[in-house]
């Protein structure tokens, strides 16, 4: 008797928030990493040198180079709410940073952070969860060089899953009273062991690489007013509020594509009922990126050791050829995101 052979949809796409939340995770942890590296700048000690601290602005070029399998350069820059260049203001150990996506206040509140998105209403607090300062290793490299103009010898920050390059001018000094070093803390560390503001970052993080790079340092007075938090509600923040997942245009019109697009036939081929048995089936689980521009890019089998490779393979086709996505956004930018779909092939008697 022929076999007749079907391929249907397993339940419903997951493109929800639960498809890619490990790894926002991450991208929390490392705003929170770059964000905080800006203390260093608030809270470096100067040993015994009474010179004056450094009040006035410093602008930066922002590079990120991502790691990830999924994200571009463009999406981790976004989660971080930078545009290509910042300008950070200094007075009395307090921090204002502005770029054309977010605004920051640093060292108002202990142990508090503060970020303002563009065109949100809102204030966000960022909890200081720096790691502590006995879990880092220290290397010391005194050769100079120029970064806007100033001397800088540079030293390297290492734990088991971050490094990161600090490249300080002994010559730009921060007095201690002004805002304190947090003990135990790798700012603390930082303070301890260079005594000066650092021009040049480079953060070398799981999911990617983040380098700024001093062009203008500005010795300036400094408007008390743009140390103050703007008067807006305040609330926590969680990265997973402000995403829009990805989602078919039409979850009708998506589920109507992969029906006929996929070869049920080759459940016939690749599928042995077994023994006492009518139909046997496989599953296929994917997980795929959706592009900032709605694109479908890399698609992964989840379940690879699982199910036949001939139908891994004919499930992943199907879905690189798809289309009609609307992709993730972040406070309203377009990002790279990532979605769920399970294919199981069927073969019944």
């Not at 602008?59 to 976004?78: A, L, N, P």
């Not at 700024?212 to 400094?222: H, N, P």
Request: proline share 4%; with cysteine.
């Amino acid at each position: 008797m022929r076999m007749k052979s079907l391929a249907v949809k397993q339940g419903s796409i997951s493109n929800n928030k639960d498809a890619y939340i490990y790894i926002l995770k991450s991208i929390y942890s490392m705003q929170l990493k770059v964000v905080f590296s800006f203390i260093l700048f608030l809270v470096l000690l100067s040993g015994y040198s009474q010179a004056p601290s450094f009040e006035g602005f410093i602008d930066y070029q922002v590079e990120v180079k991502s790691k990830s399998r999924f994200m571009s350069d463009e999406t981790i820059k976004t989660f971080f709410g930078y545009g290509n260049t910042l300008r950070v203001y200094f007075k009395s150990g307090k921090y204002y940073r502005v770029s054309s996506m977010s605004e920051e206040f640093i060292g108002l509140k202990n142990k508090e952070n503060y970020i303002k998105y563009k065109g949100r209403d809102t204030v966000y607090s960022i909890p200081d969860t720096s790691y502590h300062a006995d879990k880092i290793q220290i290397k010391r490299n005194d050769k100079t060089v120029m970064i806007a103009n100033y001397a800088c010898k540079s030293i390297r920050f290492s734990t088991d899953n971050e490094t990161t390059d600090y490249f300080y001018a002994p010559d730009l000094v921060q007095q201690p009273d002004d805002n304190p070093a947090i003990a135990g803390t790798e700012f603390h560390r930082f303070v301890t062991e260079t005594k000066s503001v650092w021009l040049k970052c480079i953060t070398d993080l799981e999911l990617g690489v983040v380098t700024y790079t001093a062009t203008r340092v500005q010795l300036q007075k400094v408007d008390d007013k743009l140390l103050q938090l703007p008067s807006l509600p305040v609330v926590a923040f969680n990265i997973l509020n402000l995403i829009q997942p990805a989602s078919p245009k039409s979850e009708k019109d998506w589920n109507a594509y992969l029906m006929r697009s996929i070869n049920a036939e080759l459940a016939n081929k690749y599928l042995k009922i077994p023994k006492g048995e009518k139909s046997v089936k496989q599953t296929v689980q994917l997980e795929f990126v959706i592009t900032r521009f709605g694109t479908i890019g890399e698609v992964t089998v989840l379940n690879a050791k699982d199910v036949h490779p001939a139908l891994a393979k004919e499930a992943v086709r199907v879905i690189k050829e798809g289309y009609g996505w609307v992709p993730s956004t972040f406070i309203g930018q377009k990002i790279d995101g990532l979605a769920r779909q399970p294919v199981t092939f069927m073969s019944s008697n």
